[in-house]
């Protein structure tokens, strides 16, 4: 059974940081590409950012030069530092996993609550 556990949401001010990781299990973790989305309240879910298994990244445009996506396959976890954040990065993350080549190979974790505000 696989299994995405996300961690490391939470409170902080605007200019903060926050490092949010992604476990999983039950999964052949190099067969899958990562990936980072959110959804704030009455929006849709967007991504944020991802990486593949060669560890190529991609990013949204909010959040280029802010956060750095990364992985660890030894460990089966993926990694979002986000820095300088700001009231509109307030939102549900939600991490993913995408089958490289099963596209209905796909897993969501529960999401971890992250929250800018002064």
């Known amino acids: 059974q696989v299994q995405l556990v996300e961690s490391g949401g939470g409170l902080v001010q605007p200019g903060g940081s926050l490092r949010l990781s992604c476990a999983a299990s039950?999964?052949?973790?190099?067969?899958?590409?990562m990936a980072w989305y959110r959804q704030a309240p009455g929006k849709e879910r967007e991504l944020v950012a991802s990486?593949?298994?060669?560890?190529?990244?991609n990013y949204a445009g909010f959040a280029k030069g802010r956060f750095s996506i990364s992985r660890v396959n030894a460990k089966n976890t993926v990694y979002l530092q986000m820095n300088s954040l700001k009231p509109e990065d307030t939102a549900v993350y939600y991490c993913?996993?995408?089958?490289?080549?099963?596209?209905?190979?796909?897993?969501w974790g529960q999401g971890t609550q992250v929250t800018v505000s002064s």
């Open positions: 039950g999964v052949d973790f190099n067969m899958y590409a």
């Open positions: 993913g996993a995408h089958h490289l080549l099963a596209e209905s190979f796909n897993y």
């Open positions: 990486i593949n298994n060669d560890g190529s990244t």
